[in-house]
């Protein structure tokens, strides 16, 4: 489906909510999937229940969720992927974006250049479409906490290099989907610390140990996936960690599934649950945009823009544009709902949370739990609603949800890990 910043408000047509299979329907997925070619643009009034998102709803039945997450901003992975780590698309280098700005992915407004679209992270060998990178007095939340030495690292899926031509890494490995198909892991335009010169890792280098992850070194913050079970393993997680599974189990229409991401998820959380750091860890799930399949919910508008890339309320129009963060355009939102759910011991049990959050409502958590700065600038952690509520800090429970990866079905729950 199309995810597009246009499309999307011309899809949700003032608040109407009713013209996705006119603006977000098109042709990718059912070259992939052709048992819903008879769909046609009715595809993306489809829908996921417990019979085919299987562990994602006993997760809920077992932890906490938020039903009022939006997106920061209408709009595909990227502009995502940048507000998950900064809550902000504004300040894109000119000196970078000359090509993206003539794709269109990057808009020229009255106060700097912004990011709408899905082109490749500047500062990464593997970057290859139109790339374009942040200027480098935008702070992301690695930036913080590399200003008080506190561990972190983002972790994805293929990041390790095919081979290396002449210095320049090449991403050309692949992993399977659940159906046997195989899918290039890695994305430059997944990665959004590669956008910043400050947190890049260009040649994809690894770390040079176990110990050094999380901290300054040679991978500068940014690792394969399969460092993060290495550290893991070893009890030398990263105080913060992102992860971002290869494409194949990243649940992207085009390329994966719901089942394939499961299998990802559940993983990852049954690893976590069986280490002794799990009495102090939290995890967040939840995705980068809606992959512009329809939503009934519309979010409240809190960042108004009047470009030529907007179309929520009228051609150029999203509100008013009276009331845009710093003066800056082309960053409507929020944008569609996306699921948000909160898996720990400090969890609350089967809780749904009303509170109104974003995708930089993760960054303001970051801050608020390590006592960071805001970022500030424009950058939507400003406002962003808090996930708190979501959490029992006086009481932590003492029981375990393992589930089967291929089923989603719980397999064992218990109150004592030992």
């Not at 892991?185 to 992850?213: C, G, K, L, Q, R």
Request: with cysteine; charged share 15%; glycine share 10%.
């Amino acid at each position: 489906m199309s995810h597009e910043y246009t499309a999307e408000q011309q899809a949700f047509d003032s608040g109407l909510m009713d013209k996705f299979p006119e603006f977000t329907s098109q042709g990718g997925c059912n070259s992939t999937y052709p048992g819903v070619q008879s769909l046609g643009p009715g595809i993306v009034m489809g829908y996921y229940d417990g019979n085919t998102v299987t562990a994602l709803w006993n997760y809920a039945q077992y932890f906490a969720m938020d039903d009022n997450h939006y997106g920061t901003n209408f709009g595909p992975s990227t502009p995502g992927a940048l507000n998950v780590v900064s809550g902000m698309t504004g300040g894109v280098d000119p000196a970078t974006d000359a090509a993206a700005i003539a794709d269109g992915s990057v808009v020229r407004t009255g106060n700097g250049d912004v990011d709408i679209s899905d082109d490749d992270a500047y500062y990464d060998d593997c970057g290859t479409s139109n790339p374009f990178g942040m200027l480098a007095k935008n702070e992301n939340i690695g930036t913080l906490l590399n200003s008080q030495h506190i561990t972190w690292g983002w972790f994805q899926g293929g990041f390790t290099p095919s081979s290396v031509i002449n210095g320049k890494a090449v991403c050309a490995t692949k992993t399977n989907r659940v159906d046997g198909t195989p899918e290039t892991a890695y994305s430059s335009h997944h990665n959004p610390f590669d956008y910043y010169a400050a947190t890049a890792n260009p040649h994809h280098a690894p770390p040079a140990s176990v110990a050094e992850i999380g901290h300054d070194g040679q991978a500068n913050h940014q690792y394969d996936l399969s460092w993060f079970i290495e550290a893991a393993l070893a009890g030398n997680l990263p105080a913060v960690s992102y992860l971002k599974a290869p494409r194949a189990q990243d649940g992207h229409p085009g390329n994966s599934s719901p089942l394939d991401e499961q299998v990802f998820i559940a993983n990852t959380i049954n690893l976590l649950q069986s280490l002794p750091m799990w009495d102090s860890t939290a995890v967040i799930v939840t995705w980068d945009d809606s992959d512009g399949w329809y939503d009934h919910q519309m979010g409240p508008i809190v960042n108004q823009s009047m470009n030529p890339a907007d179309a929520l309320s009228g051609t150029g129009m999203c509100g008013t544009g009276a009331d845009s963060l710093e003066g800056i355009q082309a960053r409507c939102g929020y944008g569609p709902r996306i699921p948000f759910l909160v898996i720990s011991p400090y969890a609350k049990e089967n809780f749904v949370d009303h509170t109104v959050i974003d995708q930089s409502s993760v960054v303001r958590f970051i801050e608020d739990n390590w006592g960071l700065p805001r970022i500030g600038n424009g950058s939507f952690d400003a406002f962003a609603g808090s996930i708190l509520n979501m959490f029992d800090f006086q009481n932590k429970r003492d029981d375990i949800v393992l589930i089967d990866p291929s089923t989603g079905q719980v397999v064992n729950t218990k109150g004592d890990k030992d």
